[in-house]
């Protein structure tokens, strides 16, 4: 069981940096798998990247593959998601998803139970 809570969005400049993160709670989280998915406007949710337990294996989208890295701190109970060189169109609303087990694919939104409200980037050009 676990509660996500997302923070770290606001506006940035084409080229610029944010760095997002999801505070979760639960004894058990460093056994879940945590996620990134973001949606835009008129847009489908997508996913963006996934990270298994703190040595495990990372996933990307290969929209953001080389910009951006998820990484994870499980003694404070968080998931964090750097973004570099920021494109206009990485605008979206950016949210936190956890799994403990699933079968599917880890970028198959419908895989995880668990999400967070999200968080706003907006990034201008």
């Known amino acids: 069981q676990v509660q996500l809570v997302e923070s770290g969005g606001g506006l940035v400049q084409a080229g610029g940096s944010l760095r997002l993160s999801c505070v979760a709670s639960?004894?058990?989280?460093?056994?879940?798998?945590m996620a990134w998915f973001r949606q835009a406007p008129g847009k489908e949710r997508e996913f963006v990247a996934a990270?298994?337990?703190?040595?495990?294996?990372?996933y990307y989208a290969d929209s953001v593959k080389g910009r951006f890295t998820i990484s994870r701190d499980n003694a404070k109970n968080t998931v964090y998601l750097q973004m570099n060189s920021l494109k206009p169109e990485d605008t979206a609303v950016y949210y936190c998803?956890?799994?403990?087990?699933?079968?599917?694919?880890?970028?198959?939104?419908?895989?995880?139970?668990?999400w967070g409200q999200g968080t706003q980037v907006t990034v201008s050009s």
């Open positions: 990270k298994t337990w703190s040595k495990g294996s990372t």
């Open positions: 998803a956890a799994v403990e087990y699933t079968s599917g694919s880890l970028s198959n939104q419908a895989e995880y139970p668990h």
């Open positions: 639960g004894r058990t989280f460093s056994s879940y798998t």
